[in-house]
């Protein structure tokens, strides 16, 4: 999946740097470098823009105030050399915030969480029509609903589905990104190398865990993002 994307800042250098970390990353496209909001506005009418490199603090629009005016809004890493807008910059639902000079790993991180995010997205009509799949367990293949998966667990050599009710787990030997690029995106979502759980069963978030009933999960930063994001556009 290639993922088209936007530079907009006031400076040169800042300009310079964030193409030259594009053009590293291979599923990456850009579509335009724009030295202010008003230049990058027409790219947005004219083009499916996926992600956008905004700054925040730029000469008479501020990138928190040109999201704003965007009806259709794509996802968003704020670049800026102030840390005082994280808070704001967040509350927009940020995939995140980085601060320059910015240093290549944290570009990666982040880059990296946004593709994450911006696939499930884009799988969001992926078996939509279906609320059903079909496994393989043992030397059968068995149907399990959406609505009776709990959550997944991935082991080293196999896949534990969870279920609701009384119902023992079913074990197969599908790997879990198996079942992340499978399972839609509507219904469920990936929080841990080690688990992807059912959205309608979530029942509470916090910083670092999830709880689906009496059932008490971690949540790591890496799927953080991208689930607090999931949840935002809920709300």
């Given at each position: 999946m290639k993922i088209n994307c936007l530079i907009?800042?006031?400076?040169?250098?800042?300009?310079?740097?964030?193409e030259d970390f594009i053009?590293?990353?291979?599923?990456?496209k850009l579509v335009a470098r724009c030295e202010g909001p008003m230049a990058a506005r027409p790219y947005f009418e004219q083009d499916d823009i996926d992600l956008i490199f905004l700054?925040?603090?730029?000469?008479?629009?501020?990138?928190?105030?040109?999201?704003?005016?965007?009806?259709?809004k794509p996802s968003?890493?704020?670049v800026t050399a102030y840390n005082e807008f994280a808070v704001e910059g967040f509350e927009m639902d940020a995939i995140d915030y980085l601060l320059k000079p910015v240093p290549f790993d944290r570009f990666v991180a982040?880059?990296?969480?946004?593709?994450?995010?911006?696939?499930?997205?884009?799988?969001?009509?992926?078996n939509a029509n279906d609320d059903f799949i079909f496994i393989k367990t043992s030397h059968k293949i068995q149907k399990i609903f959406y609505e009776d998966i709990?959550?997944?667990e991935g082991l080293k050599d196999y896949t534990r589905i969870h279920l609701s009710g009384s119902r023992k787990p079913v074990v197969t030997l599908q790997s879990l990104k198996y079942f992340e690029s499978r399972l839609p995106a509507t219904n469920f979502i990936r929080i841990h190398r080690s688990y992807i759980v059912s959205l309608?069963?979530?029942?509470?978030?916090?910083?670092?865990?999830?709880?689906?009933?009496e059932t008490e999960l971690p949540c790591?930063?890496?799927?953080?993002?991208?689930?607090?994001?999931?949840?935002?556009e809920k709300l």
């Open positions: 907009i800042d006031d400076e040169p250098w800042a300009l310079d740097l964030m053009q590293k990353i291979p599923y990456l700054d925040i603090r730029m000469p008479d629009l501020s990138g928190i105030q040109f999201l704003k005016t965007l009806s259709k968003v890493i704020f982040a880059v990296s969480k946004a593709y994450e995010y911006i696939s499930y997205r884009k799988n969001r009509n992926v709990i959550y997944l309608r069963k979530l029942d509470t978030v916090s910083r670092k865990t999830v709880f689906l009933g790591s930063e890496h799927y953080r993002g991208i689930l607090y994001n999931l949840i935002g």
